[in-house]
């Protein structure tokens, strides 16, 4: 979005509300300010380790993790409820300096992580402050997940009410919102998630297929680890670690070299550090050439490693989708609609698994598959990339033109 932006505003000022302000400052070059009160360790992904420093906060953190549900209960109470009108003034005053409210971006429409009282809430406060104002919102590619409490659906109708244009980065999205009463408008729209449109020119992207020693970006996550994941089951989520690790044999055995990829930079190192731990365990000897882990920071650190790999199994989101950015040829261990809804979309439904019931075989079988066809399936990725880049092209035109229309 900020690239867009940039295309046709050059010298547009941009702010943006987020979840770790910092962090976007120093990415994007932009002003940042919080869109809820969260703490450092909350998204950092740094666990116990990354408390805060300053024992306001600290004091706060500890209240937050604490094991006794009358113990958060306090921290709502005592330390939250105050911060939140704080948060209400300052984002009032940052907003009166807009012409218009662009909320975009990954699954905006979603009370699954941190529930209602998180992400859903700071919608609706936001797109409340900016109709007070009078400045217009709009809603751009967004998706929905799983949406399943009241106040969350009350929380989302209202931002979406307040929407001067809503589109949706897949049919399913729309179709959801509308079975659950918040949109049913016409006028909302589908197109493609943003990602699709990311501007890639000027980093390496192409790589010549080694078909002695083939590479496979391998994407490793923390389905159901109790450290992190939303819904918590250990037994789950070591038996998903033990079938990523005998594909990681398999790969080995077939002469593949691996590249360990994290697209969600403190989750993700996490679960690559508890399957390279049971691997170790398993005893069977790895040459070291064969798998290494990608230092992934940023986007653009994503893209190029994506770039230097011959095929990717991933299960993020965001990693599927810019693999086909950059027409690689991908499966998909799916824990969620969006990423079936993805695959089906670009045609590539045969290459998806649900991660929570695939074996190792058939992982090994759908991988062969996936192999045996691959250059047919770069060449799909890559029309159905091109595809998509013009349908935002598109949405661009008619949000940019209304944007023109309503600033001074």
């Known amino acids: 979005m900020i690239q867009a932006i940039y295309r046709r505003f050059p010298t547009a000022q941009i702010i943006a509300f987020c979840m770790n302000p910092k962090d976007t400052e120093a990415r994007h070059h932009i002003k940042a300010f919080p869109l809820t009160r969260v703490l450092v360790a909350e998204n950092s992904g740094e666990g116990a380790a990354g408390a805060p420093r300053n024992w306001v906060r600290q004091l706060s953190w500890r209240l937050v993790n604490h094991p006794s549900r009358l ?87 209202g931002a979406l009410d307040r929407a001067s244009y809503r589109s949706y980065r897949d049919l399913r999205s729309k179709q959801e919102l509308a079975r659950l009463g918040l949109d049913a408008r ?62 990681i044999h398999w790969l080995v055995r077939s002469n593949y070299r691996i590249i360990l990829i994290r697209s969600d930079i403190g989750l993700d190192m996490s679960a690559i550090a508890d399957a390279m731990e049971m691997l170790k365990q398993t005893g069977l000897p790895i040459p070291v050439e064969r798998i290494s882990e990608a230092d992934i920071n ?62 190792a075989e058939a992982l090994i079988q759908t991988f062969s598959a996936l192999q045996a066809r691959r250059v047919a399936i770069a060449e799909q990725i890559t029309r159905r990339s091109q595809a998509y880049r013009a349908a935002l092209a598109e949405q661009d035109e008619t949000i940019f033109q209304r944007i023109a229309e309503q600033s001074p």
Not at 318 to 343: C, E, G, N, W, Y
């Open 298 to 359: 940023t986007v653009e650190d994503l893209v190029e490693t994506l770039s230097l790999v011959d095929f990717v199994v991933a299960s993020r989101l965001h990693t599927v989708l810019l693999s086909m950015r950059v027409s690689k040829p991908v499966l998909a261990l799916s824990f969620q609609s969006k990423i079936d809804s993805l695959m089906q979309d670009a045609g590539l439904a045969d290459y998806c698994l649900p991660i929570s019931g695939f074996t």
């Open 186 to 247: 016409r006028t909302s729209r589908v197109y493609p998630d943003l990602a699709h449109g990311l501007d890639i020119s000027g980093q390496r992207t192409a790589k010549g297929f080694d078909p002695v020693a083939p590479i496979v970006g391998l994407n490793i996550v923390s389905y159901y680890d109790p450290k992190h994941w939303p819904v918590k089951d250990p037994a789950v989520y070591q038996e998903y670690l033990a079938k990523m690790v005998a594909f």
């Open 71 to 157: 113990v958060r209960m306090v921290e709502h109470i005592v330390v939250r409820g105050p911060a939140e009108f704080v948060l209400i003034y300052r984002a009032y005053r940052h907003l009166s300096k807009l012409d218009v409210l662009i909320i975009s971006g990954g699954g905006q429409l979603d009370d699954l992580w941190g529930g209602p009282w998180k992400h859903p809430f700071a919608l609706y406060k936001f797109t409340l402050l900016a109709r007070l104002q009078k400045i217009a919102v709009m809603i751009v590619s967004v998706g929905c997940e799983q949406i399943t409490t009241a106040p969350g659906r009350f929380f989302i109708k």
